[in-house]
DNA sequence: AAGGTGTTGTTACTTTATAACACCCGGGTC
DNA sequence: GACCCGGGTGTTATAAAGTAACAACACCTT
């Protein structure tokens, strides 16, 4: 999905749920987007710099903490870092493939995995509302080029 | 495992890897450990004082990459914390299940939930080094004190 | 107009983590 | 012993990531 199509969409989905996707939030989506790959808050800031001026960090940890509610984005924990929602507007449990090489994500969705933690989940009694699974390693083109 | 017990497993592990367990890394172990539950690394420069004299971050960050390096603890990302491993000396993944409210994280290891995942890797081309697996979410304790 | 709610701007600060350099100690080598 | 070398530690300073608190504003409702 290119940049256009996404934001197009996250504009209907916040429309049909009365959320205001703001021309900054919106902004910060687009950057988030465009990076095509994790992208860090002060990075965020820095592209978002207006000539001297750059925006406060709360502008954009702002921005960042209503793209994560309406499921825009996700974070990604092991990086202190942010991307662009691959499902935007389904529920889905989804994985990362995190190269620690060239530092691509692959968002994967594997049903399987979301039923067998719902069974572990079941035994032990716990009850889960975010998963954070992040796998990190080589990507196929950085594997292949290992050797 | 008591904190005894893991400690004495702790050196024979090393004294077999020929990895040093110098008193310094020992006594971070044992904080952790005696912790049981996730510990901050600057908590842990607290409960590392003497008297007016502090260590600085350095010392403890130094220890605990040797205690991550020998499985001996591991990080919990999306707290930014450290837990003692519960199968030290084994290979295996493991998931962590964190409860919001008590804080106190479980590790478990569904061997399902491997096996889950290297076939979707596999499929992928993906060449996996470190998962990270946490689900957030409520201990059995905590949801029942819900209701 | 008055009040309420939500968004933004701004300052200051906290928390988490690392770079860089000096020092020390132990083991081998000459 | 003198020398070197490597790993571990102490120390200072700094980077990177995230938040609290308050003021200003915009928009909508009454
Ligand atoms: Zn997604
Ligand atoms: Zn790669
Ligand atoms: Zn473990
Ligand atoms: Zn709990």
């Given at each position: 999905?290119?940049?256009?199509?996404?934001?197009?969409?996250?504009e209907r989905l916040c429309k049909q749920r009365q959320a205001r996707l703001t021309p900054q939030r919106r902004r910060v989506l687009q950057l988030v987007i465009e990076a095509d790959k994790p992208i860090g808050a002060y990075e965020l800031l820095e592209q978002m710099r207006d000539g001297e001026r750059r925006p406060a960090?709360?502008?954009v940890y702002?921005?960042?903490d209503f793209l994560l509610e309406q499921g825009l984005i996700h974070r990604i924990e092991s990086l202190h870092a942010f991307?662009?929602?691959a499902h935007a507007?389904?529920?889905?449990t989804s994985q990362f493939l995190v190269c620690t090489?060239?530092?691509q994500v692959e968002e994967v969705c594997t049903a399987d995995l979301g039923k067998t933690l719902q069974q572990e989940v079941q035994r032990s009694g716990f009850l889960p509302s975010r998963p954070v699974i992040e796998l990190l390693g080589l990507c196929q083109d950085c594997n292949k080029r290992t050797y």
């Open positions: 999905m290119n940049t256009r199509a996404a934001l197009q969409h996250a960090p709360p502008t702002r921005a960042l991307i662009g929602c507007g389904t529920r889905h090489d060239c530092g």
